[in-house]
Each structure stands twice: as C-alpha cells, then as structure tokens.
C-alpha cells in the first residue's frame, strides 16, 4: 500500500515562496494498492492527481473528513467530474440536521460555483459514512467522529495487514497539554491504535496552542504524544498552518526533536511525498 500527499497545508492554500518546501495546498492524500485508489479530502491537492488510471477504472472514491472549506474547495476543479462515463462517489460525515448532499450542494451552486451538482455530467453518488467499518474495493474503511468543528470523522483505512490513520484536523483532548490518562476519552484513540502510518494535525506549536484550545487542532508535542500513546509506528506531522514560513515550521520541529525522547519516525509532511506501508 502506498500513500501520496498530494496536499499538506490547513486553512488555505498558499502560493509564496516561503511555502513551497512542505507545499502550499490544502488537504488531500491518494492511497493506493495496485490498481486500486481510494482519495481522502479534497482540498486543492486534488487537482494535482493523476487521473489517467482513474478514467479507465471509470470510478472514482473521494472520502470527506469535513466540509471546512481547505478540505473540499478542490472537489469542484476535480476533472473526473465533467467525465460522463465516471461514477464519482463522495463518502462524508452525517451528524448534521441536513443531508450530506444538501450541505454539498450549497457549496457547488451558484453563487459560489457557476455548475449545480445536478448538472455535472458525471454520475454522482453522495453518501454518508456508516456507523460501522466498510469495504471500497481491497480497502476497509473505518470513520469515526473525532474532536473538531463539523461534525468532521477521522478514518482509519486498512489494506491485508497495514493501515494508515489519517486524522488532519483533531484536538485529542480540548484546553490541556498532555492527554488524559484513561484512553477511552481520548479523540480518535481507536483509529490510531497500533495504525503502521499516522497522518495527524500538529498546526501549533506548544505556546500557540494555548491561545488556540478549543480551535480543533493539535500542536507538534501533542500529535507526537498522540502517536505514542496509540503505539502507531509511524507519525507524518500534517495540516502545516499556512501563517508559517517553512523556515518557522522546520524550526518549531527541531526545537520539538531536539527534546523528544520518542522511538518511533517522525517527520513533517511534504506535499507530492511519496509514503510505502
């Protein structure tokens, strides 16, 4: 199984030059096993898939964690979409007082983009996530609601005997820098659990995140803290907030390295990273 980070950056998409060493667009990986793929998000990142082994598949699955704006203001430059011989499926959170396809819709609608959904030409199926772990292909498929404004799910995705966690926007527990000692109050523990890959939000550094509780992200030392408390092998530091010049967020993450003490790899994400599980 192998995961592409096609986008890294949280809130919005950034072109400066100060952002281009992690990336500059906003969330979307590509996991794919063989000739199968599975999209999660659909920040700008989407428009930089390669859509060649899409088309002759002729379907195409996009799961959603949220509907925040940097997770999905690339669904509508996404090209299988004006493709009439693609099935596109979009998987996304329910836990709302209207449908899935209602808040999709108010987004890609005019005023805010010129195409209704019930006029592009692809086929378009909009479905909520069940409440309980689903096959897509050789892929199962387990989402679950984590802390975060939304309702926004994490997901944990698993192929034969690897699987990746991919929590972008999280705060494992809201106003405190260390987690609770008891793990079934602990946001998103389950997915993560003992995951060979951790994708995780670590927007903040430890000060900022003080001003920021509440806000629905983690800083580095709690995304780390995170991955150790879950036993996952693995932690790619995501979700890099875009007020940040790479030359602060490399060293925000020195400063953290310097005094780490963990033994599992950890690194910051890279948009067009190429990651094998």
Known sequence: MKVILHGTRGAYPSSRIENQTYGGNTPCIEVIDGK???????????????????????????????????????????????????????????????????????????PLFPIPIRDIPSRIVIQEIPDKEMDIGPFKIKGEFISHPGPTLGYRISCGNKSIAYLPDHEPVIGKNHLFPEDNWISGFSLAYGSDLLIHDSQYSRKEYENKAGWGHSSIAMAAEFCSRTEARRLVLFHHDPGHTDEQRTEMFRKFMKRSEYDFPIELAVQGQEIEI
């Not at 898939?49 to 002759?56: S, V």
């Not at 940097?70 to 669904?75: E, R, V």
Request: glycine fraction near 10%; charge should be negative.
């Open 36 to 110: 199968d793929r599975l999209i999660v998000d659909a920040g700008t990142g989407i428009v930089g898939l390669d859509f060649d082994p899409i088309y002759k598949a002729k379907r195409m699955d996009i799961l959603l964690t949220h509907l925040h704006m940097d997770h999905i203001q690339g669904l509508a430059f996404c090209k299988p979409l004006f493709n009439p011989q693609m099935e596109v499926n979009i998987w996304g959170p329910g836990g709302s007082n209207e449908p899935l396809q209602t808040r999709l819709n108010r987004f890609m609608s005019p």
